[in-house]
């Protein structure tokens, strides 16, 4: 094509540059792949299809798809097919060739070969389970040496069953994708032979290659392979990717040589689905544990379905508590038969490993002993995302309070968990109480309650969470033995929650429930994905919903103790009005006051944020910013409505001249284009602003919550301290009343007994001081009685025992010694009160 060189003159205002370019004419779409292919279809006497013609020029082109996949022209015959990949020899559009699951004939082989060896824009081949026979990998060897300017760097050649000839030589890669569960040893050998020289490797997968298993009749064979492995791992190379899983190889021997070459880049590491060790452990554990200290850049790490000793898990916590460089890990450790020795190890070590963020714990067996593991993740700083499935072989009471711990972990105010997976842990009917703490979990964005065989109940308990809960993002919901009703339940609290975004299709309860219900399902799950996709738009929930959210949570928790504390206060109050307005009286009526404002507190807030943001500075600066930006785009187009249009005069010159007699003519184009203003202000006051509202809606409703909190649990705790003052100062009132009468009447008899009664009376004092400290010490304990059952045995005592003349001073001592140690108004305190004025006031005459 010809190459014609242009000088654009652009103005922008007062400032003016030049841009000096080449201009080129288009090539023909996508690469002029449709003339080729029809040349060579004339060529080879086929006739041309036009439908991979269209496709071509118009799917692929359109979507800008560069990866060209003969199973979208599976239909065709495999002459056809061989003319369109031989097509691919002679285009620079296409730079990946796919094909996964589809029998493809020699003739097709021998034109994909063609095309590796003329290709210069061809990077990617994925042949996967197409077929290939013995012969394929010494002909594709042969066809890259061919070809000095081929660019691949990623070939896909997994499960093609290959037998133990032929060989690749030598190939400049830098990636390379091999996962051939059944692979071709001889090449695999001078393969990682060859990757001795190419330090710029950044990814490498040779899972599914049997090193040991494939090799057992050649166990020098085995030993050559690893070694040229482990001799590439060592030496330093930027490899980012690792991915041995399935290789039966010994994973402790690899760490030797990844301490000397990995350390600096390598991010991702899958050693799964192998044997850790064939010898002593303790040999490799300081190259182990010193390799998880020293990596910089790990973020990945997988060691699942490996049997792992307790000295290697610790070994691993210890290097990775000690590492400093890398944060937010990925740790999976599924299936690794942890049990109760790995247990202690993550009760002790994991709380110090700060830099996890996602663990995989899932089928260790730990059982009855995750009741000592749950609490280390409580006081884990950064832990986000924890697997716990698997884990829960466990009945009866063991697995109510494994439950509860997990409860608490997730209730706690500091907990940084966003998602929680409990994946096939068969927890049954007890898992219910896990599906209703959700309701008011205020961390976790993420929950995997599938496999559980939770019922329609635990869709009912589900159903009731939605209602409440506006922090869930994502729920896992299947194999529940859940029947149409169950689905129907959460369909409805779907239409009230707007915060829930992703729901997968439970195909297995889906399935079990459309036989015997097949309209009630259908209609339950087009309701579900109805309001899944409601809440994935701009839309969210209203500020006067969240009100009726907070007051409703609120009404079951905070407010019901308050007010339960206000009307003991209240009580203590109204029994010490008698005695004078003190300190403590006006203190206490000023702490109820402010407990009755403080219901009023969440909802002003809320209405003082709202008042504030109908005409705020955002919603200003967005008025001034729309005409603004229309001002800015009006200029921008001008600019380029005048560009292209000196560009067309420089190109064609004389038809430009005739088109200035049009009306309009060209040279007025840009002073009649123009953006309408319209559609730059709904883009920001509708689009852009919603987003900005909501983001301040979340921020506002937070802070408000807050506030709230923080002032409601200081009115909370200063209720509690009012009426512990105010408890003591009723029993010291009532214990100097009672020795007064006490002492007074004891003066006014002394004055008429006579000496042989004085003699008695005093013998009487030392049988009931004794008594008294006999009671006094069979009752010792009786601070750790309920109150209420406290109160119960006043008054039956006082029934029982209304002749005797300690029975008062002995109740007035016990609840004052209780009122010492309890900051709320006991019944045993109402009980005492209750006793006093019966004394007072039925003219009772003993002390």
Known sequence: HPLLSAQIKVCFGVGQFFIDRQIIFLSPISGGFSETYAALCDYNGITCKEEVQWDVDTIYHSQDNREFNLLDFSHLESGDLAVIVAAMAYNSWFTKLYCKDLRISSEVVEQILHTVSKSSSLEELTLENVGLKADFPQKMATALSENPASVIHSINLAHNTLDNQGTFIKVSLFLLYLSPPVCLFTCLCLFLHSLYHHVHLLFLSLSGCFFVLFCSSCLCFADLLCFNLYLFLAQPNCLVHLDLSGTDCTVDSLFGALLRGCCADLSYLNLSKNSFSHRKVRETLPSFRQFFSSAFSLTHISLASMKMPPDVLRALFLGLSSNPHITDLHLDISGCELRSAGAGIIQDLFPRVSCISTLDISDNGLDADLLCVIPAFSRHPSLKHLLLGKNFNIKGRVLDEVLQKLVHLVQEEECALQSLSLADSRLRSRGTVLVNALGSNACLKKVDLSGNGLDDTGARMLSKALLINTTLRSVTWDRNNTSATGFQDVARALEHNFTLQYMPIPLSDVTQA??????????????????????????????????????????????????????????????????????????????????????????????????????????????????????????????????????????????????????????????????????????????????????????????????????????????????????????????????????????????????????????????????????????????????????????????????????????????????????????????????????????????
């Open 514 to 847: 459309y036989r015997s219900a097949p309209e009630r399902t259908e209609q339950a799950l087009t309701k579900i994905q109805r309001a899944l996709l409601r809440n994935n738009q701009t839309q969210r929930f209203s500020q006067k919903q969240a009100l009726r959210l907070h007051q409703g949570l609120v009404t079951s928790t905070a407010e019901q103790v308050m007010e339960r504390l206000c009307v003991r206060v209240q009580q203590q109050v109204c029994v010490l009005r008698g005695t004078g307005e003190g300190e403590e009286l006006q203190a206490a009526r000023q702490v109820l006051k402010e407990a009755r404002n403080s219901r009023a507190l969440y909802p002003s807030l809320c209405e003082l944020a709202h008042v504030l943001s109908v005409d705020g500075p955002v919603r200003q600066r967005l008025d001034s910013l729309a005409g603004e930006l229309a001002k800015a785009a009006d200029k921008e187009l001008q600019v380029i409505v005048d560009s292209m249009v000196s560009l067309c005069r420089e190109l064609c010159p004389l038809s430009c001249a005739a088109a200035e007699c049009l009306s309009p003519p060209l040279s007025s184009i840009s002073e009649r284009v123009s953006i309408p203003r319209s559609s730059i202000r709904t883009a920001l006051m509708e689009r852009a602003a919603q987003d900005i509202n909501r983001a301040l809606e979340e921020v506002k409703l937070s802070v408000v919550s807050y506030l709230t909190n923080s002032i409601v649990d200081q009115i909370l705790q200063e209720l509690y301290a009012t009426h512990k003052t105010l408890v003591l100062q009723t029993n010291f009132s009532l214990h100097s009343s009672v020795h007064s009468e006490h002492v007074h009447k004891h003066r006014s008899s002394s004055r008429i007994c006579s000496s042989s009664q004085l003699r008695q009376v005093s013998q009487m004092r030392r049988l009931e001081d004794g008594g008294t400290a006999r009671r006094t010490h069979r009752h010792a304990d009786i601070l750790d009685v309920v109150e209420d059952d406290f109160g119960i045995s006043i008054v039956s005592v006082f029934r029982e025992s209304l002749a005797t003349d300690s029975f008062v001073c002995l109740v007035v001592f016990k609840v004052s010694a209780i009122s010492c140690n309890s900051a709320v108004l006991s019944s045993a305190q109402f009980a005492m009160f209750s006793l006093t004025s019966v004394l007072l006031h039925t003219g009772h005459n003993r002390h």
